[in-house]
């Protein structure tokens, strides 16, 4: 079998494989502060891949992510078809670090928004103006 790559999508999409396709795990790897703070797409779990305190990669991110998926069944060989995994974070860089690590660890369906939550920076240096799931009018949250 050969090895799965991460998959670029849009925020469309990730919110249709989330309405269709009810075992897909969507996981917003921002800090639990901006999870909150910031908003989150409805649905989304909070799992950090870098939080505060530290600001370091989470050590547990791929136990953290194996639990979500019916009790942590180990993915990669044909008997175990894993669940989709789509990864949101701001812009989709550092879901896109997390989702690789979940590939090099035998993940075979795992998804990266490839412009986040709120996209990159326009002229102004304002988010939300030029992609991202808000700025397609997905829904989400906010504390």
């Known amino acids: 079998m050969s090895k799965a790559e991460l998959q670029q999508i849009a925020p469309k999409?990730?919110?249709e494989m989330v309405q269709h396709e009810p075992s897909v795990v969507f996981v917003d790897v921002r800090s639990s502060m901006?999870?909150?703070f910031i908003?989150?797409?409805t649905g989304a779990v909070n799992i950090p891949w870098i939080?505060?305190?530290e600001w370091e990669i989470n050590p547990h991110f791929v136990r953290d992510i194996r639990k979500l998926i019916l009790g942590g069944v180990i993915c990669g060989d044909e008997s175990h078809q894993c669940a989709p995994v789509i990864l949101i974070?701001?812009?989709g860089k550092?879901?896109?670090?997390a989702g690789q690590l979940l590939i090099e660890k035998d993940f075979n369906r795992v998804y990266n928004i490839n412009t986040g939550f709120e996209g990159e920076r326009d002229e102004s240096h304002h988010r939300s103006s030029l992609?991202?799931?808000r700025y397609d009018g997905l829904p989400w949250e906010q504390c």
């Open 34 to 36: 901006e999870f909150l």
């Open 89 to 91: 974070c701001r812009s």
């Open 51 to 53: 939080d505060e305190p």
């Open 131 to 133: 992609g991202g799931w």
């Open 39 to 41: 908003g989150h797409p």
């Open 13 to 15: 999409q990730a919110w």
């Open 94 to 97: 550092r879901s896109a670090e």
